[in-house]
Protein backbone atom coordinates (compact mmCIF):
# COMPACT_ATOMS: atom_id res chain seq x y z
CA UNK A 1 0.00 0.00 0.00
CA UNK A 2 1.40 3.19 -1.09
CA UNK A 3 -0.27 4.74 1.64
CA UNK A 4 1.43 5.80 5.31
CA UNK A 5 -0.01 6.92 8.42
CA UNK A 6 -1.34 10.45 8.54
CA UNK A 7 -1.82 10.70 4.67
CA UNK A 8 -5.14 12.00 3.04
CA UNK A 9 -6.78 9.32 1.46
CA UNK A 10 -10.01 9.09 -0.48
CA UNK A 11 -12.35 6.24 -0.68
CA UNK A 12 -12.55 4.38 -4.50
CA UNK A 13 -15.87 3.97 -4.04
CA UNK A 14 -17.75 7.33 -3.01
CA UNK A 15 -18.88 9.97 -4.64
CA UNK A 16 -18.11 12.35 -2.44
CA UNK A 17 -14.82 14.26 -2.93
CA UNK A 18 -14.48 13.95 0.83
CA UNK A 19 -10.69 13.05 2.47
CA UNK A 20 -9.77 10.87 4.76
CA UNK A 21 -7.06 11.16 7.19
CA UNK A 22 -5.37 7.34 7.37
CA UNK A 23 -4.78 5.90 10.58
CA UNK A 24 -3.17 2.77 9.60
CA UNK A 25 -3.83 -1.19 9.02
CA UNK A 26 -4.72 -3.18 11.95
CA UNK A 27 -3.50 -6.61 11.02
CA UNK A 28 -7.14 -7.63 10.75
CA UNK A 29 -8.51 -9.00 8.25
CA UNK A 30 -11.85 -8.31 6.53
CA UNK A 31 -14.05 -11.34 7.58
CA UNK A 32 -13.08 -10.97 11.39
CA UNK A 33 -13.42 -6.80 11.64
CA UNK A 34 -17.18 -6.59 13.20
CA UNK A 35 -18.85 -3.29 12.02
CA UNK A 36 -22.66 -4.67 14.08
CA UNK A 37 -22.52 -7.05 16.59
CA UNK A 38 -25.60 -9.13 16.33
CA UNK A 39 -27.69 -11.82 18.49
CA UNK A 40 -26.32 -14.69 18.58
CA UNK A 41 -28.54 -16.72 15.85
CA UNK A 42 -26.76 -14.64 12.95
CA UNK A 43 -23.56 -13.33 11.61
CA UNK A 44 -21.79 -10.67 12.71
CA UNK A 45 -21.77 -7.38 10.21
CA UNK A 46 -18.55 -7.27 9.05
CA UNK A 47 -16.25 -5.19 6.42
CA UNK A 48 -16.55 -8.10 4.33
CA UNK A 49 -20.42 -8.35 4.59
CA UNK A 50 -20.47 -4.53 3.63
CA UNK A 51 -17.81 -4.88 0.79
CA UNK A 52 -18.33 -7.93 -1.46
CA UNK A 53 -16.29 -6.72 -3.96
CA UNK A 54 -12.91 -6.84 -2.01
CA UNK A 55 -11.82 -9.95 -0.44
CA UNK A 56 -12.74 -11.33 2.76
CA UNK A 57 -9.25 -11.91 3.68
CA UNK A 58 -8.07 -8.34 2.59
CA UNK A 59 -6.52 -6.27 5.35
CA UNK A 60 -8.46 -3.91 7.31
CA UNK A 61 -7.58 -0.09 7.49
CA UNK A 62 -8.68 2.42 9.47
CA UNK A 63 -9.45 6.14 8.51
CA UNK A 64 -11.37 8.81 9.68
CA UNK A 65 -12.68 11.78 7.97
CA UNK A 66 -11.04 15.19 7.64
CA UNK A 67 -14.08 17.08 8.13
CA UNK A 68 -15.10 15.42 11.00
CA UNK A 69 -11.63 15.60 12.24
CA UNK A 70 -11.81 19.43 12.00
CA UNK A 71 -15.18 20.03 13.54
CA UNK A 72 -14.72 17.91 16.60
CA UNK A 73 -10.88 19.09 17.39
CA UNK A 74 -10.62 23.34 16.98
CA UNK A 75 -6.88 22.71 17.46
CA UNK A 76 -5.16 19.35 16.28
CA UNK A 77 -2.33 18.49 14.62
CA UNK A 78 -1.71 15.11 12.56
CA UNK A 79 0.18 13.35 15.24
CA UNK A 80 -1.71 13.87 17.49
CA UNK A 81 -4.74 12.46 15.67
CA UNK A 82 -2.69 9.19 14.92
CA UNK A 83 -1.70 8.93 18.83
CA UNK A 84 -5.10 8.87 20.35
CA UNK A 85 -6.10 6.33 16.95
CA UNK A 86 -3.14 4.13 18.28
CA UNK A 87 -4.26 4.43 22.09
CA UNK A 88 -7.88 3.88 21.00
CA UNK A 89 -9.02 7.18 22.73
CA UNK A 90 -9.63 9.10 18.92
CA UNK A 91 -13.50 8.36 19.33
CA UNK A 92 -13.40 9.56 22.18
CA UNK A 93 -12.82 12.95 21.32
CA UNK A 94 -15.29 12.94 18.88
CA UNK A 95 -14.11 11.88 15.82
CA UNK A 96 -15.38 8.53 14.15
CA UNK A 97 -12.87 6.05 13.12
CA UNK A 98 -14.30 3.65 10.26
CA UNK A 99 -12.63 0.78 8.56
CA UNK A 100 -11.84 0.39 4.95
CA UNK A 101 -10.39 -3.05 3.13
CA UNK A 102 -6.79 -1.76 2.01
CA UNK A 103 -7.46 -1.82 -1.52
CA UNK A 104 -10.61 0.54 -1.64
CA UNK A 105 -8.66 3.75 0.05
CA UNK A 106 -6.03 5.64 -2.33
CA UNK A 107 -3.83 8.13 -1.78
CA UNK A 108 -5.52 12.17 -2.56
CA UNK A 109 -2.53 12.99 -4.29
CA UNK A 110 -2.24 10.09 -6.48
CA UNK A 111 -3.15 12.25 -9.45
CA UNK A 112 -0.71 14.33 -9.22
CA UNK A 113 2.57 11.51 -8.56
CA UNK A 114 4.32 10.93 -12.06
Known amino acids: MSLETGDLAVDDESDSSDYLVFLGAIGVPANEY ?65 GFPESRLSSASAGDEG
Do not use: M
Open 34 to 98: VIWETPPDDNDITIATRNRAYGEDEEVVEAAYLEDVKRSLADWDINEIVEWHDEGELEDHGVRVY
